[in-house]
């Protein structure tokens, strides 16, 4: 399994919902997460990195969206196929202009 899938969306549910339910019984959130943590096996900044994501997502924290970063992937991936388009227009473009003055002076 890569490194980014080793714990499963449901586990990741699972782990950030215990967080958010006994995080009143430590001092500091971050205690939470700590402990929580080992006993999921896995490290607390993951813990953490997937409970803002849920605050995110639920909006209840400031940031961009999975769904948002996904539209952004896509759109960018646009961006840049069609700027290599108009690269290749204007490249075309000016081989044909050159190839009609060519033609005309003869």
């Known amino acids: 399994m890569s ?6 969306p449901e586990v990741r549910e699972r782990a950030v919902r215990m ?3 006994h995080e009143r019984d ?3 959130q971050w205690q939470a997460i700590c402990s929580i943590a080992s ?5 607390p900044d993951s813990l953490k990195v ?9 909006g209840n924290m400031p940031g961009t969206t999975t769904e948002e970063g ?3 992937k ?3 991936k ?3 196929e069609l700027r290599r388009a108009n690269e290749i227009l204007k490249t075309a473009s000016a081989f044909f202009a050159q190839a009609e003055l060519d033609r005309k002076l003869k």
């Open 3 to 8: 490194k980014a899938n080793r714990y499963s």
């Open 50 to 58: 997937w409970l803002r994501r849920i605050q995110i997502d639920a």
């Open 39 to 43: 006993k999921i096996g896995c490290s």
């Open 19 to 21: 967080v958010l339910e």
């Open 70 to 72: 996904e539209r952004i």
């Open 78 to 80: 646009e961006v840049k």
């Open 26 to 28: 430590y001092p500091s």
């Open 74 to 76: 896509v759109l960018e």
